[in-house]
């Protein structure tokens, strides 16, 4: 059984930060590649960070230089530190197995997300 959680959206004014987590059962983290996707309204879903498992980055251009991916293999879990946050980053944010190219493998059944709302 696959499972997803993810957790610590809110409300931030422009310019402030937040830490996001994800926590994964079963063995979607064992060997795959995880990311942090985001969804805003009318807007289809993006990845807008990844990590290997062993710990090789990737960011869209969007968000380089302002959030960091992690992870812990030992707790399943990954992590999203945004900072200097602004209303364009306003969006429901999941994680998943990472999907670069069509050539990778589908992401997992997703979970319900996390609401990142920053004000102006």
């Known amino acids: 059984q696959v499972h997803l959680v993810e957790s610590g959206g809110g409300l931030v004014q422009a310019g402030g930060s937040l830490g996001l987590s994800c926590a994964a059962s079963?063995?979607?983290?064992?060997?795959?590649?995880m990311g942090w996707y985001r969804q805003a309204p009318g807007k289809q879903r993006e990845l807008v960070a990844d990590?290997?498992?062993?710990?090789?980055?990737n960011y869209a251009d969007s968000v380089l230089g302002r959030f960091t991916i992690s992870r812990d293999n030992a707790k399943n879990t990954v992590y999203l530190q945004m900072n200097s946050l602004n209303p364009e980053d306003t969006a429901v944010y999941y994680c998943?197995?990472?999907?670069?190219?069509?050539?990778?493998?589908?992401?997992?059944?997703w979970g319900q997300g996390t609401q990142v709302t920053v004000s102006s």
């Open positions: 079963g063995t979607i983290f064992r060997g795959n590649r």
């Open positions: 990590i290997t498992s062993g710990g090789s980055t």
């Open positions: 998943n197995r990472a999907r670069r190219t069509p050539y990778d493998a589908c992401p997992f059944n």
